[in-house]
Structure formats: structure tokens, C-alpha cells
């Protein structure tokens, strides 16, 4: 039987074959070949006397991701909350960072009700530099239609911080109900909803990862490779007086001048200055 791998949670694999979910485990010649079967698996499988079944072979995937660890993405949905919890840029782009290149990126700028102002400000941001935005709202279904029409017959990793909104945006695309926490009133923060990675699907070939929140991120990345996960500096940096301009203390260098007349968002330039120096930082220790 073929399938698509759609929960793993203690060592059990949960695989989607036509209508019905099957428990599974992997044959031990994976363990042996240190091959770990993902979330968004496509497998064959064998069922034994209608109980437990076993993954035979894993087919070649179209892509993996880190966070969350996952496989054969078409995308991946950034969620950035507009309050409860705040936001946090600097996080947000470095995640940007470990897509970007990777997989297609879609940002979507949740509860925008709470506060307008600040999410058309996020929004600004984030479509100035290339990035296919939404500000969506719950309250307001018809954001949340626009949003689905983008989504639909794809898979899409939803990525955010806990309480971010995913496992309610997830709801309401899929019109089914999905686990949903809330923010904790003792820390502010998100309280963690979803513990494992799981797909959930439509009707209409719709597939969504919905995954646990994350409060931190370290990129496997060398620092002068940083600038190549910024986008909006791919053009400019073709003006710069070198070819291996980083854009900080280099003469002439058209990136610079693009922050400097606000044509390039001063807080992802500020970002990119930060996670830049974290990263020379790492590569000196």
C-alpha cells in the first residue's frame, strides 16, 4: 500500500492511505541505514492481520526541512502575531533565514484586529522586501479565504511562535477543529499547543503542517553566506563596489544606500546587522 506519512509521535508513524490512517512502525533496516522517516513521507506500507503496519520503503523526497523537520514542503507560512504574544523581529528573520532559498516563504501578519496600525506596519515591511503578505483575522473570515485560495492543493508548514494563531488559522482553512492553546497571563508568552508535527488535510488535496511553537533558532549558516537570505539586497548588491560586499562597512555599497533613503526596511537591515554579528561571533569562538 502507498501513503503519506501524516503524525509521528513515540516511535509510531501515522500514515494517511485514501480516507483511512493507519499505525505503523519502520522496518529496522532504516535504523540501520540512519534513515529517519519524516512527517510528509510518501511510503509504501504493509498491513498484517488488520493491526499493525510497516513502512517498506520511503520515496525520494522533494525537499527536507530543519524547522520543522519535516519533508516534501511546497511551503511554508511564516506567522507573526500582531499581540498576545508580541512579536519579535529578530527571530522572525532568522527563521526567514533558514528557508529562505530552501522553499517558497508566505508571511502572515495574525490578529490584526488587536492592532492595525502595527500590522500594516509589519505588513509593509515584509511585502516591501518580497515576501507574499496577509493580514488575517479570525474575526474577519473573508481574510482568512483570501489566505486559503493560496494554500489550497498544496502542503504548507505553518512556522511561528506558540500562540502564534497557527493551529486556529489551520482550523478555519480546513474548516475542522484543530487543538488551539492561548497565551499564558503569568509569563505572556505562548503556551504550547501543538507537541509533535502533524498533517492535516482538506477536501481538496489542502495539506498542513501544523508544528510545535519555537522560541529561539541557531543558523547553520556562515556569516558572509547571511547576505544571500535577505532578497531585497539580491539586486542592489549588483551596484556595490565589490563583489563580496556584506553591506556594513564597505565603501560604496548600494544596499547602505537603499537603507539610508528608506527603500530597504531599516528594521530587517538592523536584523541582518545582528544576526550577522552573532554569527562571526560563533565562527571566532
Known sequence: MKGKIVKLTGGFYYVKSGPKIYETRAR????????????G?????KIENNSLGYIEKIYPR??????????????????????????????????????ENKVDILIAINKYDLNKKEAEKLFEIYSRA?????????KFT?????????????????????????????????????????????????KHTTRHVEIFSGDDETY??????????????????????FREFTLPSRECRFNDCNHINEPDCKVKELVSKGEISNSRYKNYLSIYKELKDKEEY
Open 208 to 229: 498542513i503542517f501544523d508544528t510545535p511553537g519555537f522560541s529561539s533558532i541557531s543558523l547553520e549558516i556562515k556569516s558572509d553566506e547571511l547576505k544571500d537570505c
Open 62 to 99: 522533494k525537499n527536507e526541512l530543519m524547522r520543522p523537520y519535516v519533508a516534501n514542503v511546497d511551503q511554508v507560512l511564516i506567522v507573526i502575531p500582531t499581540k498576545d504574544p508580541d512579536y519579535n523581529l529578530n527571530l522572525i528573520d532568522k527563521v526567514i533565514c533558514s528557508y
Open 41 to 45: 513521507d510518501d511510503v509504501e506500507f
Open 28 to 39: 529496522g533496516n532504516f535504523r540501520n541505514e540512519n534513515i529517519k522517516p519524516l512527517a
Open 130 to 138: 518580497g515576501f507574499k503578505s496577509f493580514l488575517i483575522s479570525y
Open 142 to 190: 473573508f481574510t482568512i479565504d483570501l489566505l486559503r485560495e493560496y494554500l489550497k492543493g498544496k502542503t504548507t508548514a505553518l512556522c511561528g511562535v506558540s500562540a502564534a494563531g497557527k493551529s486556529t488559522i489551520a482550523s478555519y482553512i480546513l474548516k475542522k477543529d484543530i487543538l488551539v492553546g492561548g497565551v499564558s497571563k503569568k509569563t505572556g508568552r505562548g
